[in-house]
């Protein structure tokens, strides 16, 4: 060990003491250039958003703040910038180890995600856990506009994009007073959910199919129960459907527009003597949206086409 004398004390305690000094004053400066660089970045880098719900996402994305998103779940389809972004698989059917690796501030979904432990394991590592209503319906989706602009401080581009779609929203309104796709009686629609040929479910009240069959003029052919429920083919040919409506994707997995047609009950219906079948992309149909307007629009169109022709 090195040995101070008294005589050289003095030299080296004001050595010592111009070192600390400088040193503080280093660490004065790292601290300030630190704090500016912070200041700078944190707007960008404010949160590490996970979205569970394709709409969500199209939702972020419309207002500008895609660079918050670190996770997105497989339903996100939409925009197609989105399949970049890291996925944590199906909505229902989430992992917290998942979506815990990717470090996220907050993780927002819709009340249909889960399971429920699965986020309380998410909220109790200390990340916080928003749930928006699912509201089937164009006020809803204004809702969820108005909170994901209030979470991820973007209030101004949530404004501005809820301005665009009340505009488009009261156009459509307006153009379906004279091109209603009723013309006498309202057509019975049921929108079928279909995972297999023995897996078959109909839309009753209080669903998106629900909504989106009234928003375009029809009426649902199932309105005795609320919700999704298994339909038999005694229930199909009871409901008088005068058009069967389908997502692509149980379209597709049903087949073809013959193995639909073959399905029990249907030949018995009107909807499926004169072959009035229609599939949409489950995201547009059922999404609820930014795309909403969009959706309504492209279905009375389809309504209308299998109705008057």
Not at 49 to 72: N, R, W
Not at 219 to 244: C, F, K, W
Not at 252 to 270: E, F, I, K, S, W
Request: hydrophobic residues 45%.
């Amino acid at each position: 060990m090195r040995r101070i004398t008294p005589a050289r004390f003095p030299e080296t305690l004001a050595f010592l003491m111009r070192r600390r000094a400088l040193s503080r004053i280093g660490a004065i400066g790292a601290l300030a250039f630190s704090q500016q660089i912070h200041s700078t970045s944190y707007p960008e880098q404010r949160q590490r958003i996970v979205c569970i719900g394709g709409a969500l996402t199209e939702i972020i994305f419309e207002m500008g703040a895609q660079s918050c998103l670190v996770g997105v779940d497989s339903t996100s389809t939409f925009p197609k910038e989105a399949s970049l972004i890291a996925q944590v698989g199906y909505a229902r059917s989430l992992s917290a180890e998942g979506i815990l690796a990717l470090a996220p501030t907050n993780v927002i979904v819709t009340e249909e995600a889960g399971p429920p432990g699965v986020l309380r394991q998410i909220s109790a590592a200390g990340v916080g856990v928003e749930v928006l209503d699912s509201g089937h319906r164009y006020e809803g989706l204004i809702q969820r506009i108005v909170r994901l602009g209030r979470l991820l401080s973007f209030e101004s581009e949530a404004a501005i994009l809820i301005e665009r779609l009340n505009l488009e929203w009261n156009q459509l309104q307006a153009s379906s007073l004279t091109h209603s796709v009723i013309v006498a009686t309202p057509r019975r629609v049921l929108f079928l959910f279909a995972h297999s040929s023995s897996r078959l479910m109909a839309a009753g009240t209080q669903t998106g199919a629900h909504a989106m069959i009234e928003y375009a003029g029809a009426i649902n052919a199932i309105s005795e129960y609320s919700g999704y429920r298994p339909l038999t083919p005694e229930s199909l040919v009871s409901a008088r459907p005068d058009l069967l409506l389908m997502t692509d994707h149980g379209f597709r997995a049903l087949g073809d527009l013959t193995a639909v047609l073959q399905l029990p009950g249907v030949m018995h219906t009107p909807a499926g003597q004169h072959q009035h079948i229609i599939k949409m992309d489950a995201s547009l149909l059922l999404g609820f949206g930014p795309r909403l307007p969009l959706a309504v629009k492209r279905l009375k169109s389809e309504f209308m086409d299998a109705f008057i022709s």
